[in-house]
């Protein structure tokens, strides 16, 4: 991919002065930033710095909360629900994965719900944070709709994306699933079209169910296809159940999209699961044995002739992160020229960039 490079700190740097401009306390915009961030350094550009246009404009027009208050509506123990009063989605999804670490270390197990949130980013970085400190994390999000249910083309369920971090032994990298209930993220059809480049099929369709591949008309009317047909939709359905009815937060139609409905709050919901291996089980060295046997055969499977290697999920992003770690944050072309154009508006100098 050509683009430039920019130092992680200096990303981060102009996100929090982008989200201190526009009233977010120093702390929770460091939060932000660092998770916006550290999804470019994944990979995960969809989910990175560009996404702080669309919040941008949430926050000034007064549909994200700067400084909200994560009321607590339920506390049963096990089960803690949040009110997210419509703040960032990082600031709660932050708050969430922490309280639930904390508990489940004392428990074994803990969930927390949050009602009336935002958009939360790249899922597998929570999940991340939790497996790193040696406990199972399963974070999930309902959005807004994009997504058909199997036998119809209307926007009906959001690609409701779901994670689930597992620790690895001696400090390797976590497992980390982390994926839309789409064939890929809406994000990433964006990309398409923001490219000028067609859109394989097998992802969006019409409204008689044929594959769009014009990326532009797939953003604008398409609608999504779930993975695995009616199983991603089952699973999709699943996460609109948990992260959207459980919580008491917007479900389907009453999740509104952050970039086709910007004045309306999101009422998105999310739930995070943590199990700690040793107050579950007594003996979090054999689960973390269990685990390493599980992974050394995974990656020991003969490849295809055409393949380098089998990789475990999370490879792909833990490699992109260090590469950014060595070299700094590869910002495609087509990001900066976005970034540009929106610092000059928000009034903020972009850091010094190279080319790639
Ligand atoms: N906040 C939201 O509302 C929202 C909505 C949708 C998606 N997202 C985020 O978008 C991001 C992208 O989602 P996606 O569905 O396009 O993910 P993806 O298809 O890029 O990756 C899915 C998973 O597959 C793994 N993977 C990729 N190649 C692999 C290989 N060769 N072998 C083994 N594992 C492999 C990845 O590590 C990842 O865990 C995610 O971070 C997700 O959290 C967020």
């Not at 935002?118 to 309902?142: C, D, K």
């Not at 699943?238 to 409905?261: I, P, Q, W």
């Not at 020991?300 to 950014?324: F, H, K, T, W, Y």
Request: net charge negative; aromatic share 4%; charged share 15%.
């Amino acid at each position: 991919m050509s683009g430039v490079l920019v130092s992680a700190g200096e990303l981060e740097q102009f996100v929090i002065e982008v989200l201190t401009g526009a009233g977010v306390p120093g702390d929770d915009a460091a939060t932000t930033a660092r998770l916006l961030v550290a999804a470019d350094a994944r990979g995960v550009s969809t989910h990175g710095v560009i996404r702080l246009i669309p919040y941008h404009q949430r926050l000034v027009g007064g549909v994200v909360r700067p400084d909200p208050t994560l009321a607590t509506i339920a506390d049963s123990g096990g089960f803690v629900l949040l009110d997210g009063d419509d703040g960032l989605g990082q600031v709660s999804g932050t708050r969430a994965a922490a309280l639930a670490s904390d508990r489940a270390r004392q428990q074994g197990i803990a969930a927390v719900g949050v009602r009336n949130s935002h958009h939360i980013g790249m899922l597998g970085l929570y999940v991340e944070q939790i497996a790193r400190a040696g406990q199972i994390g399963v974070v999930m999000s309902n959005t807004a709709p994009l997504m058909a249910p199997t036998g119809s083309a209307e926007r009906i369920l959001g690609n409701n994306p779901l994670a689930i971090g597992v620790p690895r032994a001696a400090g390797g990298d976590p497992v980390v699933v982390d994926l839309a209930l789409s064939p890929t993220s809406f994000g990433k059809v964006q990309e398409y079209a923001r490219r000028g480049e067609p859109l394989p099929p097998g992802q969006v369709i019409d409204v008689d169910g044929n594959w769009i591949t014009d990326a532009q008309v797939a953003t604008k009317t398409g609608t999504m296809v779930p993975i695995a047909g009616h199983k991603g939709y089952g699973l999709a359905l699943a996460v609109e159940l948990l992260a959207g009815a459980l919580t008491g937060s917007g479900t389907l139609d009453r999740v509104s999209s952050l970039f086709r409905e910007p004045m309306l709050p999101m009422a998105a919901g999310h739930l995070t699961i943590v199990i700690d291996p040793d107050a579950a089980t007594g003996d979090a060295a054999a689960f973390l044995a269990a685990v390493e046997r599980v992974c050394e055969v995974i990656l020991a499977a003969q490849p295809l002739p055409n393949v380098d290697g089998i990789l475990l999920p999370g490879m792909p992003e833990q490699r992109s992160r260090e590469r950014a770690e060595a070299v700094g944050i590869l910002l495609a072309e087509n990001v900066v020229a976005e970034l540009t154009r929106f610092a000059e508006t928000a009034g903020v100098a972009l850091p010094s960039m190279e080319p790639a």
